[in-house]
């Protein structure tokens, strides 16, 4: 998908976002050859806290997505709804003034 303007669509960014931790899940599994063990846990403890962060965040935005499409459908369908009702009652006005007529 083109990226345009605004760097693409949520579900995009959730992709990079998960392509990304997934290639730093190996990276993060690597590291107790090369450093020490209380550094690759501070290094686990920050990659948990993004994600605890990163998650909740994309779930309010496909919240608000989702509940914005949910209002404009409503707003659409009681739009018609009213519309409907107008149109039957100036029929109903105008057979009621036919029959009214000599």
Do not use: N
């Given at each position: 998908?083109?990226?345009?303007?605004?760097?693409?669509?949520?579900?995009?960014?959730?992709?990079?976002?998960?392509?990304?931790?997934?290639?730093?899940?190996?990276l993060v599994?690597?590291?107790?050859?090369?450093?020490?063990?209380?550094?690759?846990?501070?290094?686990?403890?920050?990659?948990?806290?993004?994600?605890?962060?990163?998650?909740?965040?994309?779930?309010?935005?496909?919240?608000?997505?989702?509940?914005?499409?949910?209002?404009?459908?409503?707003?659409?369908?009681l739009k018609?709804?009213?519309?409907?009702?107008?149109?039957?009652?100036?029929?109903?006005?105008?057979?009621?003034?036919?029959?009214?007529?000599?």
């Open positions: 998908m083109p990226r345009g303007r605004h760097g693409g669509s949520i579900a995009d960014g959730m992709r990079r976002r998960g392509l990304r931790i997934a290639l730093a899940l190996p599994a690597l590291m107790p050859f090369a450093l020490k063990q209380y550094v690759v846990q501070e290094y686990l403890v920050v990659l948990i806290a993004i994600v605890f962060v990163c998650v909740p965040v994309l779930l309010v935005l496909v919240a608000f997505v989702l509940l914005q499409e949910g209002l404009r459908r409503t707003q659409l369908g018609a709804s009213v519309m409907h009702l107008a149109v039957w009652g100036h029929l109903h006005l105008r057979a009621s003034r036919l029959r009214g007529r000599p």
